[in-house]
C-alpha cells in the first residue's frame, strides 16, 4: 500500500524558515515525479513545486519562486521542501503527492489531477 507522510510544519513568524518532509513507502519513488501541493481555508488546493525522479527538472508556483526549493533523495524515498522568507499568504496544509504514471527524466508535472498519491498534510502556519 502506497503511503505518503509529511512532516515538518508549524507555526513561524513572517521572514522565518520551515523544511517540509515527505517519506513514501509502499512502492519504490525514485522513478516518479513527486509534488507539493497547498491548502489555504476556503480556498482550492494549489500547485507548490514539483520535482522530476532525477531530480534534473523542477518547477515552481510564481508566488514561492525564488523563496523555496525542493529536493528529493531517492535512496531515502524522500523529498523535501525548504522554506525560506515565509509570509503570512504561505499559510497553509500543505500536501505531498506522487503520480502512479511513470515519466521521462524531465518531468515534473503541476497539475494536481496528475498526481494519484496523497499525503495527509501537514499544517503550516505563519504569522504577521
Known amino acids: 500500500q502506497v503511503q505518503l507522510v509529511e512532516s515538518g510544519g508549524g507555526l513561524v513568524q513572517a521572514g522565518g524558515s520551515l523544511r517540509l518532509s515527505c517519506a513514501a513507502s509502499?512502492?519504490?519513488?525514485?522513478?516518479?515525479?513527486m509534488g507539493w501541493f497547498r491548502q489555504a481555508p476556503g480556498k482550492e488546493r494549489e500547485f507548490v513545486a514539483s520535482?522530476?525522479?532525477?531530480?534534473?527538472?523542477?518547477n515552481y508556483a510564481d508566488s514561492v519562486k525564488g523563496r523555496f526549493t525542493i529536493s528529493r533523495d531517492n535512496a531515502k524515498n524522500m523529498v523535501l521542501l525548504q522554506m525560506n522568507s515565509l509570509r503570512p499568504e504561505d499559510t497553509a496544509v500543505y500536501y505531498c503527492?506522487?503520480?502512479?504514471?511513470?515519466?521521462?527524466?524531465?518531468?515534473?508535472?503541476?497539475?494536481?489531477?496528475?498526481?494519484?498519491?496523497w499525503g495527509q498534510g501537514t499544517q503550516v502556519t505563519v504569522s504577521s
Open positions: 503527492a506522487s503520480t502512479r504514471t511513470a515519466y521521462g527524466k524531465s518531468g515534473s508535472p503541476v497539475n494536481l489531477l496528475e498526481y494519484d498519491y
Open positions: 520535482i522530476s525522479w532525477s531530480g534534473f527538472s523542477t
Open positions: 509502499g512502492r519504490t519513488f525514485s522513478t516518479y515525479p
